[in-house]
């Protein structure tokens, strides 16, 4: 496996581990991190032993935005020509399902991270926020984006225009966050969740979660057309017999993943 300096990469059955690792800066997204989260995440994906990635930080921060020692001098051309975080946006195009498990702070770029993965568990410490608007910018990684998407238009003004950051309990309210879960238990249950989703056919995980994303995309009568192609396209698909075989037989069923 390559060597990394900002980010831990380990393999915990089918399950891929990608540990935010700059405890100095609160796992502030530095052009290294994005480009070496980018690359990790992108060789699981590559990877058929791998059918999900988790993404966590520490206990005191998922990833405390983007660094802004790094941005602060920058010019417009070089934020553009020498995108610092493409690394980052190579994340919203991987197949396989990103689960991010987010204790402590998930701030700006932080909460577009957990924001780019699919399932956001939170531990009861998480705080989520878009505070960009104190440093005079504003989010730059999806956050005007996909956080309406998320937690509708008037939650996610609030958060962008005041710079506000919300806990927990208040971000799965808001259908930011999937689960709230004990500090404690948060990286065991994102190890049960992603297991559970490695174990199911990963066509068939690739299928659903490219028409999940179809939907936060499209129209609605294009997102139905295309996922009544998909529906019935996985009739091909050896792991549908075998799927609708065991329910027949009342077994659990064996997925070979093709
Ligand atoms: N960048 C760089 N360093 C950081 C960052 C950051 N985002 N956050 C924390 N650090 C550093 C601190 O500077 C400090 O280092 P040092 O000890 O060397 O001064 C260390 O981490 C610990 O931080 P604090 O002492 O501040 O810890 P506190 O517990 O007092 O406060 C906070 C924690 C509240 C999280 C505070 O650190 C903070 O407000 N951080 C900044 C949060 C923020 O504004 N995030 C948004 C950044 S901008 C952004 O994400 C835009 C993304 C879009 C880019 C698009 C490009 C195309």
Not at 29 to 42: H, K
Request: net charge negative; aromatic share 6%; with cysteine.
């Amino acid at each position: 496996m390559a060597e990394y300096e900002t980010i831990l990469v380990e393999r915990r059955g089918r399950v891929g581990w990608i540990t935010l690792n700059r405890p100095q800066a609160l796992n502030a997204l530095n052009a290294r991190l994005a480009s070496e989260l980018g690359a990790a995440a992108s060789d699981f994906d590559a990877d058929e032993e791998i059918g999900c990635i988790v993404i966590t930080g520490s206990e005191r921060a998922f990833a405390a935005g983007a660094d802004i020692k790094e941005m602060a001098d920058k010019t417009p051309l070089e934020m553009e020509q020498g995108n610092p975080f493409a690394g980052l946006e190579r994340l919203s195009q991987l197949r396989t399902p990103l689960v991010a498990a987010v204790a402590g702070f998930a701030l700006g770029g932080g909460c577009e991270l957990a924001m780019t993965c699919d399932i956001i568990l939170a531990a009861d410490t998480a705080r989520f926020g878009q505070p960009e608007i104190n440093l005079g910018v504003i989010p730059g990684l999806g956050g005007t984006q996909r956080l309406p998407r998320a937690v509708g238009a008037y939650k996610a003004a609030d958060l962008v225009l005041t710079a506000r950051t919300i806990d927990a309990v208040e971000a799965e309210r808001a259908g930011l966050a999937s689960r709230v879960v004990p500090a404690a238990e948060l990286l065991e249950v994102a190890q049960t969740v992603a297991d559970e989703i490695a174990a199911k056919s990963l066509p068939v995980v690739y299928a659903a979660k490219e028409a999940l994303r179809v939907a936060r995309e499209s129209t609605l009568t294009e997102g139905l057309r295309f996922e009544r192609r998909v529906f019935v396209s996985l009739f091909g698909l050896e792991d549908q017999k075998e799927g609708m075989a065991a329910f027949r037989e009342k077994r659990a069923p064996e997925f070979h993943h093709r």
